[in-house]
C-alpha cells in the first residue's frame, strides 16, 4: 500500500461528543471534577485516534491541559476533538470543552488539551499510522504547530 492511500483527511477524524454534567460528577462547590473532565478528554481524543487510525491506540501523554472556566452541574459539557499531525505511529489530538448552558445557550471555553495517542498493531506494538492529509490553512498551521510542541516533548524527556 502507498503512503498516499494510508493517508486520511484531518476533517475525518473529528469528533464531538456532549456530556451532562451531574451532581455526581462536581465537588462540593458545583463544579464538575478536573479529573472528570480529564478522563472525558482522553475518551474524546482515543475516538479521533481511532477515527483516524482503524487501530488500537493508547494514551502516551497529556500535555498543556489548562483550565480556565469551570463547567457547572446542570450544564453541558461539549468536546470537541481533532488530530493535528501523526508522526509515524504517535500523533497529536487537540481537545477543547466548552460548557453551555441548556437554558440561555450560553458557551464558555472550560479547557483544552494536547493528548499523544500512539497506534498499536496486531501484535500490541506501535505501528504505523496513516498519514494525515490537511484542507485547510487553519489545518496545516494546526500540523505544524503540532511538530513544534512534539519538538518540546522530545526535548524535555529524561535521558537515560
Known amino acids: ?3 498516499l492511500t494510508s493517508a486520511k483527511l484531518a476533517s475525518s477524524s473529528r469528533v464531538e461528543m456532549t456530556q451532562f454534567v451531574l451532581p455526581g460528577y462536581a465537588n ?10 480529564m478522563q472525558w478528554i482522553d475518551l474524546a481524543a482515543a475516538m479521533a485516534a481511532m477515527r483516524h487510525t482503524r487501530m488500537p491506540v493508547v494514551t ?15 450544564q453541558i459539557a461539549i468536546l470537541k476533538a481533532r488530530v493535528n499531525a501523526v508522526f509515524g505511529s504517535s500523533m497529536e489530538i487537540e481537545v477543547t470543552v466548552e460548557s453551555e448552558d441548556p437554558r440561555s445557550g450560553e458557551q464558555r471555553l472550560c479547557c483544552d488539551a494536547f493528548v499523544t495517542f500512539v497506534a498499536l498493531g496486531k501484535d500490541g506494538k506501535p505501528a504505523k499510522a496513516p498519514l494525515l492529509l490537511t484542507e485547510t490553512e487553519d489545518e496545516a498551521r494546526r500540523a505544524a504547530e503540532a511538530a513544534v510542541r512534539r519538538a ?9
Open 28 to 37: 462540593s462547590f458545583g463544579n464538575a471534577f478536573g479529573g472528570r473532565v
Open 152 to 160: 518540546e516533548r522530545i526535548a524535555k524527556r529524561p535521558r537515560p
Open 1 to 3: 500500500m502507498s503512503e
Open 60 to 74: 502516551a501523554s497529556i500535555d498543556q491541559l489548562a483550565f480556565h472556566g469551570p463547567i457547572r452541574v446542570g
